[in-house]
């Protein structure tokens, strides 16, 4: 089992910036992957960005060049650099654990951005 504590959401205006952490605990093995997610109202879950315990990363278009994923793994720690941030990026954002067959979720936390 695996547990996941998700901060550094809030209210950032448009053009703003926030960084999101995610924390594991429990079950961790060397070989996971670590992510956040998005959903906005009356819309489905949608990937943000992901990152290998190697290191490799995958992010949505929609956050490139915008967004920065990055982890410790020595804290089993995720975090989401999000810049330049828009109204189009409200929403709840959920952390994403993976290993093996097994995936665990964040209870999310609410990023809003205003215009």
């Known amino acids: 089992q695996v547990q996941l504590v998700e901060s550094g959401g809030g209210l950032v205006q448009a053009g703003g910036s926030l960084r999101l952490s995610c924390a594991a605990s429990?079950?961790?093995?060397?070989?996971?992957?670590m992510g956040w997610y998005r959903q906005a109202p009356g819309k489905q879950r949608e990937l943000v960005a992901t990152?290998?315990?190697?290191?490799?990363?995958n992010s949505a278009d929609s956050v490139k060049g915008r967004f920065t994923i990055s982890r410790d793994n020595a804290k089993n720690t995720v975090y989401l650099q999000m810049n330049s941030l828009k109204p189009e990026d409200t929403a709840v954002y959920y952390c994403n654990f993976r290993q093996g067959s097994y995936a665990y979720w964040g209870q999310g936390t609410q990023v809003t951005v205003s215009s």
């Open positions: 990152i290998t315990s190697g290191g490799s990363t």
């Open positions: 429990g079950s961790i093995f060397n070989i996971n992957v």
